[in-house]
């Protein structure tokens, strides 16, 4: 393999580290708890949540596993974007913003882009099925970009 033939590979190889790496769980399993399914379903929460905390924790979140494909400002075009395909979702998309549910975002979330019928790309994240009020705080965020 000579060296410009090498680089296409790295790329790649760069490209799904970003999104096995930054889209992925980022919790263990033992977090996330069996509460919840693909259809909608709530997880209900064992005790009351702070909504302060469950902001700052989605704030986290979105920065470290979500702005990865989706970017800081939503548009789509984190440095995992490049090598996706389809690419991520611009949440700046009114379209898209009048014509998703939030359950539809919430669900995408947790299960994952397959769960909804899009890309399989988007990574589930269930160590969130145990923190509703993370994931509720998550779509607002989403919500947010469309204003």
Known sequence: MNRHSFIPVLVLAAGTFLFAYGCGSGGSSTESGSAGSATGEAASPATATDPAADRA??????????????GKEGLGNGP????????????????????????????????????VGKSPAMAANP?????????????????????
């Open 57 to 70: 924790t989605a704030e986290k979140i979105f920065e470290t596993r979500c702005a990865t494909c989706h």
């Open 80 to 115: 995992g974007a490049a090598v996706l395909n389809p690419k991520p979702r611009n949440f700046h998309d009114l379209e898209w913003q009048k014509a998703t549910s939030d359950s539809t975002i919430e669900i995408a979330i947790v299960y994952g882009g397959a769960a």
């Open 127 to 147: 160590d969130l099925q145990a923190k509703p009020g993370v994931v509720t705080a998550l779509r607002e965020k989403v919500r947010s970009f469309g204003k």
